[in-house]
């Protein structure tokens, strides 16, 4: 007879059994697979996934299904388990006595080693009737799929996150109020580890709310145990690296982790929460949520620098890869800025696949008009019939994957000077030029984008389509050579209005009238925030924390005429030698002086000057004006009658050397400041 603590401790068994049952959601294909096998006549079913995916609940389901059916159950634990044959062997004796036996191994991968042996050796010993389940991080080897023995005896389960059913009903199963779901499936996703861990911390906060995200201490819990142990430093800087870019490649890597990129990149295809794709590898999502808030917490200043890398190469790749990967590439680049609220709301992250751009075509032309008069306006269908002929170029459609279906299109129209009769054509364009007019000009060689987009309303908003659009927009903003202004048209109606301002596109000037309906026309100067100017901001928001605004102001730049920009040499020659007067010069903030490295712009300018000048001693036909710029302005002539003098020339010839030599100085700088190179 037991005692009455014995008795206790089997109700409170039976307890713990009974919550565990009614925690346990979803994983009906699996329980099925489990549940044919026990009437069939003996398998191994090899089940693998991520650290706290739920294979051990799933276990003990099975183990339950095993019970109920009458068939005894043997559960190997390879956490406490000897890694050698011989002491397998003796845990699993019952199973090898029973064909009605069921033989369960949990944690497989800390007994690893085993699975040659146990696939060689145990198994082929087991009586034909007995099942056995194997559970484990890793997936099984190649060996057993190459093995044409195990063809019909062997079924391998990845065990994924829980469908978005399933988490919800697991955070309902924990208590979990309506206020604090979303944040808690926001953080886990479908991962019952993390929405468990997460659920059992918010529900004891009495201060949670809608905007709950998970404490350090529940990050540090997942880390140890979805990630565990890593080898080295290395190790760790390439998994943060893995958790913070959309999809690592070794070349990524190689650009950060130059010495051991090759081998960091194996391990990290190695790891059980990293998936390989056409594009490279990605982490779980909840593996990298976590890395990214424990590095953010742990190191700001070391996650400042990884971000800012990854930034600086995918700026690169985005400037210099063909058309046809600017949207994977800037993409990426605009995922590493998921963190930041406005980013995350204007982008869908998901329905990879479900669209894709498709070039234009002459025979999409009547298309794309009737889809512009269904979802605007007849007079939007000209103005596309108007554009489709005279910039094909412009235009990129969007498809749905399934069926080839038309869903959306956007054009973006690179002009260069203004046109009566585009203007009489298209009403949009005519107020982009007078906009651009009435706030700054464009200068030779410079020119303006107007940008349009034309969705279907179930694709409007936040959704792969917009995702495309987007990206595909701000590539062209990136990879523009030359652009003075960009102008995008948003009907009153448009949310996407709100993520234009976020990327500091702002309505500006008059508003244009087509079709009946107002558009805003949302603009950039490039020239005054440059692509660079602007990528700095977005880091701004991503590295400032809440305190920064969405709206904080890019640094801008002076955008001068030619007669302003010459101007301003002609002065700051004059006061070469005072770092004061140089410091106010409006060239401080040019581009010919904000593109070259350093942080003390006069300093810059001067050296800009200095330069100018010594370039025309290169030039035979500019020897005499250079010999009188270099004394006049680098020698310290107090006077010009001096320099006039200690050149040995008439004071009017060295007058006429040195305005010819200040001309040279002026034309080459405000070449450099429209092309980005000195002509020649």
Known sequence: MRSGSEQKLVVLGQRLETRRQRAFVGREQEVGVFSAALRGAGSVLYVHGPGGVGKSALLRRFAQEAEAAGRPVTMLDGRTLDPSPAAFELEAAAALADERGVLMIDTFERVQGLEGWLRERF???????????????????????????????????PLRDLAPADAAALLDARGVTDELRGPLLAFAG??????????????????????????????????????????????RHALEICAHAYMTTEELLRQILPEDAASLFGWLRRLPFVESSPRGLFPHDVVREVLEADLRWRDPRGYADMHGRITAYLAGQTRLTSDARVLEVVGSLFYLHRAVGSTSEFHSWGGDGEVYEDAFRPQDAGALARMAAEVESDESAATVAYWTDRQPEAFRLYRRTATGELVGFCSWLRLHEPSDKEAAADPIVATAWANARAIAPLRP??????????????????????????????????????MAWSFMAMR?????RDYLRHY???DVGEHAWLGGAEYALFAHDWR?????????????????????????????LAVLSQEEFTDAVRKALRHLSRPGELAASPLTRCRVVTDEPGSDPAAILRQILEQAIDVLRQDPRAEKPHRALATTFLHGAPTQEIAAERLGLPFTTYRRHLASG?????????????YGTIAT
């Open 528 to 556: 005054a925030v440059s692509q660079q100017a602007w990528l700095d901001r977005l880091d701004r928001l991503l590295l400032g924390g809440p305190q920064e605004s969405s709206a904080a102001p890019a640094p801008r």
């Open 504 to 506: 500091d596109m702002h």
């Open 123 to 157: 198994l082929p010993r087991l009586p034909v009737g007995a099942l056995v389940v194997v559970a484990g991080r890793v997936p099984p080897d190649m060996m057993w799929t190459t093995d044409p023995g195990w063809a019909d005896a062997l079924r391998v389960m």
């Open 492 to 496: 009153s109606e448009d949310p996407v």
């Open 190 to 235: 479908g991962h019952p580890l993390a929405l468990s861990l997460g659920a059992a911390v918010a529900t004891k906060d009495s201060g949670a709310s809608s905007r709950w995200t998970p404490t350090q201490n529940v990050v540090a819990t997942l880390l140890d145990q979805l990630v565990g142990e890593v080898p080295s430093p290395a190790h």
């Open 662 to 674: 200040i001309e040279r100085v002026c034309e080459d700088l405000w070449h450099r400041e429209i």
């Open 445 to 482: 060689g410079e020119h303006l984008a107007v940008g349009r987009t034309w969705v279907h309303e179930e694709y409007r908003g936040t959704s792969p389509v917009m995702d495309l659009i987007q990206w595909r927009a701000m590539g062209y903003c990136l990879r523009a050579d030359r």
